[in-house]
Each structure stands twice: as C-alpha cells, then as structure tokens.
C-alpha cells in the first residue's frame, strides 16, 4: 500500500469547508454579529466626524451682530460682501469669510440676528456637537454665529 502524505496545502480545503459549516451551524443568537457591529460603529463614527467644508463652499449660518460695548461688537450695520476673520472651535486659523445676506435683508445691524452664507478662504471643519463660531474684525470679536448642519 502506497504512502499518503498529507500536506498542509492539501488539508487546507477541507479545514475552511469545516470552518464554514461550523459557522452556518450556529443559531443566530450564538453568532457575531460583526457586520452589524462594524456597520453601527462606522454610522456612529460618521455621526461624530466633523463636517469638512471646502475652501469658498457655501456655508448655511445664522449670524448674530453684538453691538459695540467697548471691548466688544460694532457700532454700524454689515453688509453683503463683509469680510470678517472667523474663528471655528476646530481650526487652527482663522480664516477670512464673505458674508451674504438674504436679499430682501441686506444688511444687518448691531444686536440683530439673521441667516446667511459664509464662503471661507480656507477649509473648515465644524463638529457637529459644536457647530458656533465667533466673528472678528481687528482682532476684536464683532459677532457670534451658527453653523446650519442637516
């Protein structure tokens, strides 16, 4: 009678069907459930990750303008085109950003508040736990905002 030698490489196929079958045996509740488990956590990571505005990408927001109390705000209204430098709790600069007002409010006035649109010189990253910024002009904080995240 001939000699068998058996090889890992020839054992291989019937270790991965053994594999498979002892898997698909199991009930449902003794299997991991790693697919699910990935997917949760991938949903969970995407829904802390911060979201990333590319430079000059529209940026919905809700402005409020302080007024002037020395240390703080402005004495004159805003306008379309305002370039204030804006300060984003994730950013290591503050980037320069045009303010657009709605059309039928064009500007906007010390103590108002009103939506807008934000187009930034440089990337931002707003976390979506914290989605406020702060404006600023001359080194001077001159209005607070919000970040419209869907």
């Known amino acids: 009678m001939p000699k068998t030698s058996f090889t890992l490489a020839k054992l291989a196929p019937f ?3 053994a594999l498979v079958l ?3 045996s199991k009930k ?3 299997q991991a459930p ?3 488990t990935a997917a949760a956590a ?3 990571a995407v829904a802390d990750a911060p979201v990333v505005f590319a430079a000059q ?3 919905a927001v809700t ?3 302080l007024q002037a109390d020395g240390k703080s705000g402005r004495q004159s209204p805003i306008h379309n085109n305002y370039r204030p430098q804006v300060r984003f709790p994730l950013a290591a600069e503050e980037p320069t950003c045009t303010v657009q007002l709605p059309a039928e409010s064009p500007s906007l006035e010390p103590g108002q508040s009103s939506a807008a649109t ?3 010189d440089a990337e931002i990253k707003v976390e979506r736990s914290q989605p406020s910024f702060a404006m600023f002009e001359g080194g001077k904080q001159v209005g607070l905002g919000t970040v419209t995240l869907r």
């Open 57 to 59: 990408a529209p940026i």
């Open 22 to 24: 002892s898997a698909c």
């Open 28 to 30: 449902p509740e003794e």
């Open 63 to 65: 402005l409020n303008l």
């Open 42 to 44: 991938t949903a969970v």
């Open 15 to 17: 270790f991965a069907a």
């Open 118 to 120: 934000l187009s930034c």
């Open 34 to 36: 790693a697919a699910t």
